[in-house]
């Protein structure tokens, strides 16, 4: 079964909302998570690396500001995309670290669509 | 929905042999075939994809092989060095759809 969840599963908002998107590791505990980006026909694009009690790490060119993560406990970290522009439609991909760096798990993902 | 799977879990292999990873897949409307690396405390990374109208793909000492008919491709790694020693996933896409993943191969090379 699914070991990592992403909710919601698509989400359709108004251009200049913000829309937070949710993920958690089922059964085990993951002090690391990455987010990703796909883009339509493109691979994904790694966005930041989610460390749980401390500030994320950003990937270059990705604004901190406009993608807020949070990793408030071993198994969730949410990311917030705030005033949101069409141009951030997307999918959007969450993987957890197992421990022991034996590899990681990635959620199912998250479309979003702005208009 | 698509359904991706990955072996071996776990590869051993020692310098300068040849690796092999496979995937199969289940939705033959996939047409996109991504490879990741996840190195240790870092997150995935591109290295080979191919598309469904080729059937082999090459980039130095990394290839991939599709076979559409068997809905099977498979990522080829010559002469490994330990640099090479990586969790790797394979995916797959109708390219407008989620990538799906396998659940990786983590690949040990002696040195």
């Known amino acids: 079964g699914a070991v990592v969840s992403q909710h919601p599963s698509r989400v359709i908002c108004k251009s200049g909302t913000s829309v937070k998107i949710e993920c958690r590791s089922l059964?085990?505990?993951?002090?690391?998570m990455f987010w990703y980006r796909q883009f339509p026909k493109k691979s994904l694009m790694l966005m930041a690396t989610?460390?749980?009690?401390?500030?994320?790490?950003?990937e270059q060119g990705v604004e901190k500001d406009k993608f807020l993560i949070n990793h408030a406990s071993l198994t969730l970290s949410t990311l917030t995309v705030t005033s949101a522009h069409p141009e951030d439609s997307s999918f959007y991909i969450c993987?957890?670290?197992?421990?022991?760096?034996?590899?990681?798990?990635f959620g199912p993902g998250t479309r979003l669509l702005v208009l | 929905g698509e359904n991706v799977e990955q072996h071996p879990s776990t590869l051993s292999v020692q310098e300068g042999d040849s690796a092999v990873i496979k995937c199969t897949y289940s939705?033959?409307?996939?047409?996109?075939f991504p490879w990741y690396k996840q190195e240790l405390g870092k997150g995935s990374q591109l290295i080979i994809d191919?598309?469904?109208?080729?059937g082999e793909k090459k980039d130095q000492r990394i290839a991939v092989t599709l076979n559409k008919t068997a809905k099977h491709f498979s990522l080829h790694i010559t002469e490994t060095q330990p640099e090479d020693s990586a969790v790797y996933f394979c995916?797959?896409?109708?390219?407008?759809?989620?990538?799906?993943f396998g659940k990786g191969t983590r690949l040990s090379v002696i040195a």
């Open positions: 939705d033959s409307a996939s047409n996109y």
């Open positions: 989610s460390n749980e009690g401390s500030k994320a790490t950003y």
């Open positions: 191919i598309r469904s109208n080729v």
């Open positions: 995916a797959a896409s109708r390219g407008n759809t989620p990538l799906v």
């Open positions: 993987s957890a670290r197992v421990p022991s760096g034996r590899g990681s798990y």
């Open positions: 059964d085990f505990q993951a002090t690391t």
